[in-house]
């Protein structure tokens, strides 16, 4: 079991594409009309990019053949479990320890409603949205043609495609292990079966390429470019909130511009510095150029590139 909470940020750069598209093909948008990308959005490419690195996942979406209708299907959540698991047992806590066998369960957690079992697990890893911090970010619209007619009237049919000019998401995470306590304390599980120390490393991998490894339309000029770990000492209760929002970047000639003063001084001076382990700064250094870094710390600061 991992003892020590963890706050951070990942960063996404989409140039000329679109990360996280609304059911109409824009740009999600808040109501004042910043542009961002939900939780679900880089989730669902981290359990990709975990499942490429042998990981075991239980929230993939999978087809099956239906044979009453002749055609494939989507599988339901019960069939998902009986593939990975077999036929679901009536006893609640062996379908949770099935469950918890799955890596993206014990990062994010799972709401499993079958047959005979209603279990909600929280998770150690959580999201908010991830905010687009360009402000120089423009919507592009273009229309597109397909070699193919919707009907016998049309030449071709005709539609739209959108994207962002360029956009920089910040995201930021918790890793709180405290959630697991309650079920160890309980005897509902034991310290190895909840997230792990080699857990969080395969949390961090995914961090570092989960954009950059999507290969679809839309997605194929988005690129992880940034990633910031503050890992606290294994006693400490304290928290750190909102990360992201005392980095500031901006656009550059050649690279983007992650100043990081507002967030090292934060760090430094906060009541919450004694508990800092270490610092873990990720960049892609072609892209990104780091701003900030040269203050003295009262904690241990590694700087690496995104590959590494």
């Not at 990975?84 to 379908?95: A, P, T, W």
């Not at 592009?140 to 007619?149: E, G, L, Q, R, W």
């Not at 995201?171 to 310290?191: C, H, K, M, S, T």
């Not at 990633?227 to 990360?243: G, I, N, P, Q, T």
């Amino acid at each position: 079991m991992k003892n020590n909470r963890v706050s951070g940020v990942v960063g996404i750069g989409a140039y000329r594409s679109n990360f996280n598209a609304g059911f109409d093909s824009k740009p999600k948008k808040l109501p004042d009309g910043t542009i961002f990308a939900s939780d679900v959005a880089i989730k669902r490419s981290m359990r990709d990019a975990l499942s490429e690195m042998g990981e075991p996942i239980f929230y993939k979406k999978t087809m099956a053949y239906d044979e009453k209708k002749g055609n494939s299907k989507v599988v339901t959540i019960e069939e998902r479990y009986a593939n990975m698991f077999g036929d679901e047992v009536k006893d609640r806590l062996k379908v949770l320890k099935q469950l918890m066998t799955a890596t993206d369960v014990r990062m994010f957690g799972v709401l499993y409603t079958g047959k005979t079992s209603n279990i909600g697990y929280r998770g150690t890893v959580q999201f908010a949205q991830g905010l687009n911090v360009d402000k120089e970010t423009e919507e592009v619209k273009m229309d597109i043609t397909a070699p193919f007619s919707s009907n016998e009237k049309e030449s071709s049919t005709i539609g739209k495609k959108h994207f962002t000019d360029e956009a920089h998401y910040l995201y930021n995470f918790v890793i709180d292990p405290a959630e697991n306590r309650q079920y160890i304390q309980n005897g509902w599980l034991d310290e190895e079966e909840v997230f792990s120390e080699e857990d969080y490393e395969a949390f961090k991998d995914a961090a570092k390429v989960c954009a950059t490894r999507i290969n679809t339309a839309a997605k194929v000029a988005c690129f992880n470019e940034f990633a910031l770990f503050v890992e606290l000492k294994d006693d400490s209760k304290k928290y750190l909130v909102d990360l992201a929002n005392l980095i500031k970047v901006t656009r550059g000639e050649n690279k983007t511009k992650y100043d990081l003063n507002e967030l090292m001084r934060s760090l430094i001076d906060s009541p919450v510095v004694t508990d800092i382990e270490k610092v873990e700064i990720y960049a892609e250094t072609n892209k990104v150029e780091l701003i900030g870094l040269q203050m003295e710390a009262p904690f241990d600061v590694h700087v690496k590139s995104i590959f590494e």
